[in-house]
């Protein structure tokens, strides 16, 4: 299985502020790396896929960038809807695998 | 927008079968491939498997055989049964939408399921 971190695994930030989170693949993806946003008691939500393309609706403070086994997702102005988990997730085989979480939360 | 239901038993018995179902409101439940994964607190979101809509399906491999799926098109549903299960199939369990590939788009809810003797 290819295995996937993620730092920090909290991050305490100020409404306005920009943020990264950092996921690294075991082995090289390419470009098959996904970002959700979770809130308490709700599903995941798909923000970002390809590692840089944005889904439909998503506001465009999010961004992700990367490839191989190196990725990032920053918000560029923090906005209180934003605080939440956010999780990193490759697809580039069958057996997709998730990072642990980094848990987003006011300062 | 697609909405995805899992019902299914909130306490199941240890050793014994976990059944669950997703119910797709809006749009064919044959126009895509399915998932589902789970959400536990000692291991975070952990991939179940897929179901194709063409009928096959892949597993992870660390639930070994106990993990089964099946798309039921006359009731627009997904399936999961979990055989053989123990404490530590604990978790809220989602049903998912594969958009292509292996993306995970669309999540549902979840439904938490205990098992416990």
């Known amino acids: 299985d290819i295995q996937m971190t993620q730092s920090p695994s909290t991050l305490s930030a100020s409404v306005g502020d920009r943020v990264t989170i950092t996921c690294r693949a075991s082995q090289n993806i390419g470009n098959w790396l996904a970002w959700y946003q979770q809130k308490p008691g709700s599903a995941p939500n798909l923000l970002i896929y390809k590692a840089s393309s944005l889904e439909t609706g998503v506001p465009s403070r999010f961004s992700g960038s990367g490839s191989g086994t190196e990725f990032t997702l920053t918000i560029s102005s923090l906005q209180p809807a934003d605080f939440a988990t956010y999780y990193c997730q490759q697809y580039n085989t069958y057996s997709v695998t998730f990072g642990p979480g980094t848990k987003v939360d006011m300062k | 927008q697609v909405q995805l239901h899992e019902s299914g038993p909130g306490l199941v018995k240890t050793s014994e079968t976990l059944s669950l179902t997703c119910t797709v409101s809006v749009g064919s439940v044959s126009n895509y491939d399915w998932s589902w994964i789970r959400q536990s607190p000692g291991k975070g979101l952990e991939w179940i498997g897929f179901?194709?809509?063409?009928?096959?399906?892949k597993y992870n491999p660390s639930l070994g055989s106990r993990a089964a799926m099946s798309i039921d098109t006359s009731k627009n549903q997904v399936s999961l049964s979990l055989s053989s299960v123990n404490a530590a199939d604990t978790a809220v369990y989602f049903c998912?939408?594969?958009?292509?590939?292996?993306?995970?788009?669309?999540w549902g809810q979840g439904t938490l399921v205990t098992v416990s003797s």
């Open positions: 998912a939408r594969v958009l292509y590939g292996y993306l995970i788009d669309y």
């Open positions: 179901v194709y809509n063409r009928g096959s399906s």
